[in-house]
């Protein structure tokens, strides 16, 4: 079998290490932008809708209500089909939606499909790392490395997330907007049918979701990366420059 040569071998340890950094940064935005997905689901609507203490609609949603009518915004974000979709929708024969609101719409339609092809690149991706990784014996520890310390990265992140949202969720709030959306174009009188649905407490309720299924998926990871260092403790070794 030939061996590498040094120069050959430096390459392949530069490699790696891009590999192994691609990895453990790309691992947290996996894990929010699935978080977040999973959230985007009538399950949430319903188990978030029957918590106790979730603010009633003063100007007379019901719970069934929100039920019924709720689910329309989420689907139409993840289907492809036109702002028709929730246009068309009346309520006491007047549209459930205002020109604005519908307009906001659209716009988060926008910002969630460039999110779920982000994901979807990063999935394919990482699957790529993670096999390219676990085929050879001598890469099998960049990848662990790489599982436990993006699952760490992660983490770190999430709980500045947490403390940021907890201590000033108005400024949270308002920034997220901010960054994604122009000028006040998301923000809406309480009688707008988007406030009814979704107040501000279903939005404070979500992000906290999103970040406590995003932690778990990084303590999935580390937990898998470190036990399988601790059953395979001397199985592989790194790639070390070859002296011949």
């Not at 500045?160 to 998301?186: C, K, P, R, Y």
Request: glycine share 6%; aromatic share 12%.
């Amino acid at each position: 079998m030939e061996n590498n040569t040094p120069a050959q071998s430096r390459v392949s340890r530069w490699f790696i290490s891009i590999v192994r950094l691609c990895l453990t940064v790309a691992l947290p935005i996996f894990l929010v932008l699935t978080s977040v997905r999973l959230v985007m689901s009538e399950a949430f609507l319903q188990i978030e809708y029957h918590r106790p203490g979730f603010p009633a609609d003063r100007y007379g949603f019901t719970q069934k209500d929100r039920l019924t009518y709720a689910p329309y915004a989420v689907q139409y974000l993840l289907n492809d089909a036109g702002i028709d979709y929730l246009g068309d929708l009346t309520i006491a024969g007047e549209p459930m939606f205002t020109a604005r609101e519908l307009k906001h719409m659209e716009d988060v339609k926008v910002v969630t499909r460039i999110a779920f092809r982000v994901q979807l690149l990063l999935t394919l991706g990482m699957a790529a790392v993670v096999i390219f990784l676990a085929w050879r014996p001598q890469t099998r520890q960049t990848l662990r490395q790489g599982l436990f310390e993006g699952g760490l990265l992660t983490i770190a992140a999430i709980i500045t997330l947490v403390v940021l949202v907890i201590a000033g969720w108005n400024t949270f709030f308002t920034g997220f907007h901010q960054l994604f959306f122009e000028g006040d174009s998301w923000q809406f009188s309480t009688r707008d049918t988007l406030i009814r649905l979704f107040p501000e407490q279903f939005w404070f309720d979500a992000a906290l979701c999103i970040g406590l299924l995003t932690v778990t998926g990084a303590l999935s990871a580390v937990a898998m990366a470190w036990l399988w260092e601790r059953r395979q403790p001397n199985e592989e070794k790194e790639i070390v420059p070859s002296t011949e």
